[in-house]
């Protein structure tokens, strides 16, 4: 090459990659903006607003009695919608201690500067844990990046999970550990080819004592223990390393009860201080067969509000619909889950047909309690059994498929969109 023909040279090998650079910004401009701008500068927000938006703080609170030696609150929360109990003169708090156990450390450090620990602050970490678990868990189904960076967003976006997310309130607080629990025995088994009995075991444990509802992911564990092609004190031990740290929390919450109430068996939902409403459903029983209507009607059919101009007339204005406090069908929210519901039965493996009867059982759970978790975004009690189910749904989407639809992109994607529309004007 002489050096009169150098300059051509340079000039055809720089048109050849601008028209390259040109082509692929013609082609993905509307993708990568979609994908990776929108969706993400929402999460940031939510996690933002996981930080400014405190709401109640009752496990830090009890953090801070478990701290001091205490099993009732140092200082008084009283009053309609705090859900106090109140027994011989102290109040208490009902759900299970592990969030608050969780919290002691850090709740102990801040006191040392005199600074009060709010439970927002540890929620972006577990946030982030999440979308870990799920994206390694697509990773794991040979999904490629790009498909499970958006499954990932599908979750935390575009399901339930993006109003527990966005506000750091001590119910939610609570399904948001419990979510992260899930995702992380689960990323535990389906990630690891000699599996941690114990450690699966111990999740189990944490799950337990943080919303017994979501527990029955012990039974789907269990039961890939029983299916094992093994000798049967084989089976024996693996089931005893499961086993035991369930038991262990058993006793503990039974303990924890006794010394709050005299009775093991009483967590003391039954002494709440609720909105009449409440203790009107409570009457029917904790759990029953009665409740299981008017749960599956917000988890499956209950629709967004909508906003009128007036009282006197059908006219809509801006927002023009809006969230449902009393739940949203988790179809409103996560609609790409209708695709699961498609499949039929025996195109189920055996592992997944496992799985599914986990996810029944705890959502059997759910829809026979007295509560509906009001003031909330869609239905939040589902995620006791939600992660089982969006696992599902991978796991068939794959079988099925080798990536992502564009149509399936979009509904994953637009679903988190449209739920950020409806929760933007619930938590400002």
């Known amino acids: 090459m002489d050096c009169t023909t150098l300059p051509f040279y340079f000039y055809k090998t720089y048109s050849i990659r601008v028209r390259k650079i040109q082509n692929r910004l013609l082609i993905t401009p509307y993708r990568e903006i979609l994908i990776f701008t929108v969706p993400v500068a929402i999460l940031i927000f939510l996690l933002a607003m996981s930080f400014v938006l405190e709401g109640s ?8 009695s478990f701290l001091h030696g205490h099993l009732n609150f140092l200082s008084p929360i009283v009053g309609l919608g705090q859900d106090p109990i109140f027994w011989h003169g102290k109040v208490y708090w009902g759900d299970g201690p592990f969030p608050a156990m969780l919290l002691m450390p850090f709740v102990a450090l801040w006191n040392i500067s005199h600074y009060f620990f709010f439970q927002g602050y540890l929620t972006w970490f577990l946030i982030v844990g999440i979308i870990f678990f799920i994206f390694k868990l697509a990773r794991t189904l040979s999904y490629s990046k790009e498909d499970s960076f958006i499954l ?78 093994i000798a049967t004190n084989k089976k024996l031990k693996k089931f005893a390393q499961l086993s035991l740290p369930v038991v262990a929390a058993l006793a503990l919450l039974g303990l924890y009860n006794f010394l709050r109430f005299q009775n093991p068996l009483n967590g ?97 759970l759910v829809l026979t309690y007295f509560g509906i978790g009001l003031m909330q975004f869609g239905y939040r009690y589902s995620l006791d059994f939600l992660p089982e189910l969006f696992l599902l749904f991978m796991i068939m989407y794959r079988k099925k498929h080798s990536q992502l639809s564009g149509g399936m992109k979009m509904l994953l994607l637009g679903s988190g969109v449209f739920n950020f529309y409806l929760l933007i004007h619930f938590i400002l």
Request: glycine letters at 4%; proline letters at 4%.
């Open 57 to 64: 703080q009752q496990f830090p609170l009890l953090a801070q």
């Open 152 to 229: 990932t967003l599908g979750f935390a976006l575009g399901s339930v999970f993006i109003g527990v997310a966005s506000v750091s309130s001590s119910w939610f607080f609570a399904q948001v550990v419990t979510t992260f629990l899930l995702f992380w025995g689960l990323y535990e088994f389906y990630t690891r080819k000699h599996k941690r009995w114990w450690l699966l075991g111990l999740i189990s444990a944490l799950i337990l004592m943080t919303r017994s509802t979501a527990a029955p992911v012990f039974i789907f564990f269990a039961l890939e223990i029983w299916c094992l092609t």
């Open 268 to 364: 003391g939902y039954a002494h709440q201080l609720l909105y009449p409403s409440a203790i009107e459903s409570r009457s029917f029983g904790m759990f029953s067969l009665m409740h299981i209507p008017a749960n599956l009607y917000s988890a499956l059919l209950r629709a967004p509000d909508p906003v009128l101009r007036d009282n006197t007339s059908w006219l809509l204005k801006f927002p023009y619909i809006e969230n449902n406090i009393y739940g949203m069908s988790i179809f409103v929210t996560s609609p790409y889950l209708l695709w699961l519901f498609t499949n039929k039965w025996s195109s189920f493996d055996a592992r997944a047909r496992r799985l599914l009867i986990a996810a029944s059982l705890s959502a059997l």
